[in-house]
């Protein structure tokens, strides 16, 4: 995600929500700017009672308790570099099923529940340097650590996942084209807790990745974009992607656009299935 800069003057913004579903938010927003440094803080808080929307006995909202914490430092090391620094922490708890069961009255009918508790905590950081001939040279990469439980009362899911993403690229910018080339590797590694009793083993991959893309403008209307990208996974081998696509502007309101690509999908045991 994108998030907000500082602007030169200090901001704050305060958010409060209440839905029909008894759902409350409280969220805040601060931002300073001084000199060559800046800094932001985003915290939110969210509480939902368990709501059955069409009184069958079950929840169709679950309960939520929810709190997101996440700050930024930005640094101008000058007019054309900056580099900024983030972290995020996300606690959060969600349990739903039989009402029952959710009021403390559960026995051999009302048996029914799903208890969810996440914690995600993410460091993240961008470096971009402009040099004399104005092309720009990007570095970026983010690592999170995420712990989840999930408690039924037929069979618990306890683990953590370790998830990185770098890359590294340079964009050349012209009147008529902008090329941009560059590397990124994404890694993960899952690893099941003690107490998990779900059917799921421990994975680890990782996947190494080149890509280039120009943007040919031969005039002010139509735009036409070529690329390439090359993926290499750890377990699954390469995948070579070109894609083509074209833009034209009708006008100042209506723009058309067409493309084609390549993509791939490697399995995930994490990922939800569809038997039919």
Do not use: C
């Not at 990007?138 to 999170?144: H, I, L, N």
């Not at 941009?180 to 421990?202: P, Q, R």
């Not at 120009?214 to 002010?220: A, C, I, L």
């Not at 377990?235 to 390549?262: E, H, Q, S, V």
């Amino acid at each position: 995600l994108v998030s907000k800069e500082p602007s030169e003057k200090p901001e704050g913004l305060v958010t409060v929500n209440q839905s029909s579903l008894t759902e409350r938010n409280f969220n805040g927003f601060i931002s300073v700017k001084k000199n060559n440094r800046g800094a932001t803080i985003f915290s939110g808080v969210t509480y939902q009672n368990a709501f059955d929307v069409n009184k069958d006995g079950f929840s169709d909202a679950p309960k939520i308790q929810n709190l997101v914490i996440h700050p930024r430092l930005f640094f101008y090391i000058s007019p054309k570099t900056k580099l900024a620094l983030g972290f995020s922490s996300t606690y959060e708890t969600r349990r739903g099923g039989d009402m029952q069961v959710l009021k403390n009255n559960s026995d051999s009918v009302h048996a029914y529940f799903e208890e969810n508790k996440i914690n995600r905590n993410t460091g993240d950081f961008a470096f971009t340097h402009t040099n004399a001939s104005k092309n720009v040279i990007t570095a970026k990469g983010s690592a999170s650590f995420f712990d989840r439980g999930l408690l039924t009362n037929k069979y618990r899911f306890d683990a953590t996942q370790v998830n990185g993403y770098g890359e590294i690229s340079y964009l050349i910018p012209r009147a008529k084209n902008d090329l941009v080339a560059g590397i990124n590797i994404w890694t993960t590694d899952f690893e099941k807790n003690a107490a998990d009793s779900a059917l799921i083993n421990n994975f680890a991959y990782q996947t190494f990745g080149t890509f280039v893309q120009n943007t040919f403008k031969p005039n002010k209307k139509l735009f036409i974009e070529t690329g390439l990208r090359t993926d290499y996974h750890s377990k699954y081998g390469a995948f070579i992607l070109p894609k083509i696509a074209t833009l034209y502007k009708l006008n100042d309101n209506w723009y058309t656009r067409a493309g084609i690509g390549f993509g791939y999908v490697v399995p995930n045991p994490l990922a939800e299935q569809n038997y039919e």
